[in-house]
C-alpha cells in the first residue's frame, strides 16, 4: 500500500477536507497513474452530500481522471510508463455476464464497480476516487488519451460527461439530416452540443439561463432556446428527431415530448434528487414518441469517444480550481452557475 493525498468528506453536511488515503500496490494488471486533473461531475454532488441512497463515508468523489502512468504491473501491455491515460467512472465488472461479454460493462448484471463508492477489497472497503493524486486500476478500465498534452485538463470531462453524451447520441445514430435537442447545457449538455455538432446534426440548445444563450452557439448550437419562453418552445412544437435530456433536477418531461416528431426519442441522462414528474402519456401515444434511459459508456465506445474527440479537436470548456475550492465549485454547481466544467488541479493538494 502507498499513501496518496486526497480531498473527500465525511458525511453530507460536511465540508471538503484534505485526506491521507491508501492506494494498492500494481498487482500483475494494474496501471498505476498520477493524476493530473480531476473533472467534478454532478454525480459527484448528488453522491457526496447523499442526494442519492447509498453513499459510503468517507467519500472520495472523481470519475474523470487524467494523468500519466507512474508504474505498470508485469503483464501490462497495453500501457507504459508516462503514457497519458484517462479513468471514468467504472473500475472494474465481473467480465462474464452478456453485457460485459457485449462491451457493456456500464450494464454489467452483476454490477460494475464504481470509481467511487463502489465495492473493493481495498482499504477502507469502497473505492476511493480521483479527487486524489495517484490512482492504481485494472489496465482494462484505463484509456489511452491521444489529445495533445497541452490540452489534458480539458480532456478529463470527457471520461464522464464526454462519454455520457456520446453514448446515446451514436446508439439513436444521430447525424446529418437531424434535428437534435440537448436540454441543459451544464457539464454533460455542453458536451452533447458539440458531440452532436461534431456528427453532423441540426442542434438545439435548451437553457434555462438566458445568460448562456450566446455561450451555446459558441459551443456549436445551430439555435438555442430558453426554456422558460412558452412561446420559444411552442414554435418548435413536432420538429425533433431526437433530444438528449441532461437536466440534474426534477421538471416536467411534457414540456420536451411534445417537441418530439413522431416515432422522436427523448433520452434522459439526468438523475434528479427527486423524480419528476409522471409524463403525460397521451403526449407519447399520440405520436408514438418514447422516452428512455442511458448509462454512461463501455470501455471500448469510451475509448472511440476519445478519439472522436481527439480527431474533432473537441475538448471539454473547463473552469479550473484548486483542492480547496471543491466546496464553492458545488455550490455554483448547484445554481447552474458553471461554464461548464470545474476541473480540480490536484497539483494543489499538497
Ligand atoms: P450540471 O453541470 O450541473 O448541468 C446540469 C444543467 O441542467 C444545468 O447547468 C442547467 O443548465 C440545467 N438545470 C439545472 N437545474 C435545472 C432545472 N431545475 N430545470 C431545468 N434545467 C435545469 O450537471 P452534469 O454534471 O451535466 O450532470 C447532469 C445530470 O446527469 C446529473 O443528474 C448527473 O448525476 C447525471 N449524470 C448521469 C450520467 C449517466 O450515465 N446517465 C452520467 C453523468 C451524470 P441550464 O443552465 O442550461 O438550464
Ligand atoms: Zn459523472
Ligand atoms: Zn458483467
Known sequence: MSATLARGTHAADKSF????????????????????????????????????????YPCVPGHEIVGKVSAIGGDVSRFKVGDMVGVGCMV??????????????????????????????????????????RIVVDQDFVLQVKHPEAQLAAVAPLLCAGITTYSPLRHWKVGPGQKVGV?????????????????????????????????ALDLGADEVIVSRNPDEMKAHANSFDFILNTVAASHNLDAYTSLLKRDGTMVLVGVPEHAHPSPNIGVLI???????????????????????????????????VDADGIDTAYERMARSDVKYRFVIDTATMG
Open 183 to 215: 436540454v441543459g447545457i451544464g457539464g454533460l449538455g455542453h458536451m452533447g452540443v458539440k458531440i452532436a455538432h461534431a456528427m453532423g446534426a441540426h442542434v438545439v440548445a435548451f437553457t434555462t439561463s438566458d445568460s448562456k444563450r450566446q455561450a
Open 286 to 320: 399520440f405520436g408514438r414518441r418514447s422516452i428512455a434511459g442511458s448509462l454512461i459508456g463501455g470501455i471500448a465506445e469510451t475509448q472511440e469517444m476519445l478519439d472522436f474527440c481527439a480527431e474533432h479537436g473537441i475538448v471539454a470548456d473547463i473552469e479550473m
Open 17 to 56: 477536507e484534505a485526506l491521507t488515503i491508501e492506494r494498492r500496490d500494481p498487482g500483475p494488471n494494474d496501471v498505476q497513474i498520477d493524476i493530473a486533473y480531476c473533472g467534478i461531475c454532478h454525480s459527484d454532488l448528488h453522491t457526496a452530500r447523499s442526494e442519492w441512497a447509498g453513499t459510503l
Open 92 to 133: 472494474d465488472s465481473c467480465r462474464q455476464c452478456p453485457a460485459c461479454d457485449e462491451g457493456l460493462e456500464q450494464y454489467c448484471q452483476n454490477g460494475f464497480v464504481g470509481t467511487y463508492n463502489g465495492a473493493t477489497k481495498d482499504t477502507p472497503g469502497h473505492t476511493l476516487g480521483g479527487y486524489a493524486q
